[in-house]
Every structure is written in structure tokens, then in C-alpha cells.
């Protein structure tokens, strides 16, 4: 008789991605001279460590989305890819080596997110205020856009601090609804990243706030709707809205995959829910056309400001 109970369980097949997911491989000169300079800076990219979809064509572009904090996150979400464990202490030039990166790239707009590091007194919001002050100093023509993480504990205390610094546009993503936080991001809690947005439109009213959800997780339509209107409650600017992919298959299942009409419709109602600047599409990340969605953006509000004046005027 077979002993059967060492027998290597049988593997899930891969997951097939509709046509519209599928991306080049990533293989030309400024692609690969990005990558050259962030390793001579000794930077993490959040482009490599969530294997991003986009990575060609950004890196292409030279528009590269720094990851400061190292590269070990204190939580482990279901969706992400970046590593966990107990971090590294933090590197001290890494400030400087932003700034110089994003001049060296010639970045008009500079999109720095990082790892969650729950063991630091700050949560990292000190690294993010000296990341920021680097980038002015270096670069001062370039627009700065930070994408942090909900600071559990510390929250009122780092959002005080970034926002002093002065960053163009915060960005704390959402991720998904709050039905699936206990399995996609056990870590977090819903409530308190959107006291984070408001938070930060209470200290400084005019920083863009932007947060993102990811669909094909199993959430429905209407819970969707619903993150659009706590948004919009928590004053929020911008919404990104793009598929979840399974990083590993160790990560979340992909429960659907969204087609492009449907982020088309998704992205009409968050338009009519009163957003300045809407982003929905399957390839859509956070920092994906980061700068060309800014300057959108500004534009957006100041034509907004200009009729609201016009009609007290008048």
C-alpha cells in the first residue's frame, strides 16, 4: 500500500489573465538605466517590490516611484507583495539619495510611498519630512506626492508633521471595502485610514488627498459605491480604481477580473459623486501617471475656484 500522506498537494492552476491585463516585458534602454541608478543609490522602488504590471512602461519613461523605509514591512497583507519581517535600521542617506534621483531622472513629479514600520516610535513619518525637505532642496520645481501608511497609534502626530513639510498631494490608499479588511488587510483598519484623509484636508485644506481601491477581490458594485461616498465625506480629490493581481499564489485569489467597461462605469459615478480627478482602468496603480493626473488635478480645482469666485462676484 502507498503512503500517500508525504505526497506534495496537488498545485492550483495559474490563473489565465484576459487580454486586456497582459503587458510587454520590460526591455528598453531607459528601463534599464533607471534600474541602474536606483541601485547605484542603494533605493527601493515600490515598481519592483509589489511587481507592478507598469514597470515597463514607467521605467521607460524614467518615472520611477521610490520606496523609503527599506524594503521589510512590519504587516503582511494578503494582497501585497513586498516582504515582511522585522525591518532594517533606517538608512539615513536616504533622503539625499531621493532628491538626487529624482533629478538625475529629471522627474517633474515624484511619487514616494514606503513600507509599513510599526516599530518605529514615528511610524517613518520623520523619514517622509526629511524625504521631502531633500527634494526641495534638490529639486525644487518638482512636485512632491506621498502615499504613507495609516501610522497605527501615531496617526494625528505623522500627519502633522508630513503635512508641515508641505507635500503636493497625500495619498493613503483605502485598498478595499471594509467587509474584506479582516482577510485583505488584517493589519488596518477602515475607519482609521479614512480619519487619516481627514486628517490631513484638517491640517491643510489645500493638499490634494488621494486614496485608491483595487477591485476583482470579491467586493460588490454597491459596496464600491459606498467607498466613493466615504471618500467624498472625508473631502478626498483624487480616486484611483484598478484589478488586483495575484502576486503569488500564496497571496489573494483574483475572485473576478473587471473588464474596462465596467472601470469605465465605475469611473463615470465617481466623477458625478463630485472627485476633482478620477483614475479607473485595470492597469491603474497609485503612482501610474501620477504627474499628468496632477497637473489635471490642480487644473481641475482652479477652475473650480475660479467659477465659485465668479459667482460670488457676481
Avoid at 503587458?23 to 534600474?35: D, F, I
Amino acid at each position: 500500500m502507498n503512503d500517500l500522506s508525504s505526497a506534495p498537494e496537488p498545485r492550483e492552476p495559474r490563473q489565465r489573465k484576459p487580454d486586456w491585463i497582459r503587458v510587454k516585458a520590460p526591455v528598453s534602454k531607459g528601463y534599464n538605466e533607471t534600474r541602474k541608478l536606483m541601485r547605484e543609490l542603494n533605493l527601493n522602488t515600490v515598481c519592483e517590490e509589489a511587481a507592478c504590471p507598469n514597470i515597463g512602461e514607467c521605467w521607460t519613461k524614467k518615472h520611477a516611484t521610490v520606496m523609503i523605509l527599506g524594503d521589510v514591512c512590519t504587516r503582511a497583507c494578503a494582497f501585497c507583495n513586498v516582504k515582511t519581517g522585522m525591518p532594517r535600521i533606517v538608512d539615513p542617506l536616504e533622503p539625499e539619495h531621493t532628491a538626487v534621483a529624482a533629478a538625475k531622472l529629471g522627474l517633474e513629479h515624484i511619487v514616494v510611498t514606503s513600507v509599513d514600520r510599526d516599530d518605529l516610535p514615528d511610524g517613518g513619518a520623520g523619514q517622509f519630512v526629511k524625504v521631502i525637505q531633500a527634494l526641495r532642496r534638490e529639486t525644487p520645481d518638482t512636485t512632491i506626492e506621498i502615499l504613507t501608511p495609516d501610522f497605527r497609534g501615531k496617526m494625528r502626530a505623522a500627519v502633522e508633521a508630513i503635512c508641515e513639510a508641505g507635500p503636493d498631494v497625500y495619498n493613503h490608499n483605502l485598498e478595499t471595502v471594509p467587509r474584506l479588511y479582516p482577510t485583505i488587510r488584517p493589519g488596518a483598519r477602515y475607519y482609521a485610514s479614512l480619519r487619516l484623509l481627514e486628517e490631513v484636508k484638517s491640517h491643510d485644506p489645500m493638499i490634494f488627498t488621494k486614496s485608491g481601491i483595487m477591485l476583482g477581490l470579491g467586493e460588490q458594485r454597491l459596496e464600491v459605491h459606498q467607498v466613493m461616498d466615504d471618500m467624498r465625506c472625508a473631502d478626498v480629490d483624487f480616486m484611483t480604481m484598478g484589478q488586483y493581481l495575484q502576486p503569488t499564489p500564496k497571496h489573494a485569489k483574483v475572485e473576478d477580473f473587471v473588464t474596462p467597461q465596467a472601470f469605465e462605469a465605475y469611473g463615470a459615478i465617481a466623477r458625478a459623486k463630485g472627485f476633482l480627478q478620477v483614475a479607473s482602468s485595470p492597469l491603474t496603480r497609485s503612482s501610474y501617471h501620477a504627474g499628468d493626473d496632477f497637473a489635471e488635478m490642480r487644473a481641475a480645482r482652479e477652475a473650480k475656484l475660479a467659477k465659485a469666485s465668479a459667482k460670488q462676484a457676481g
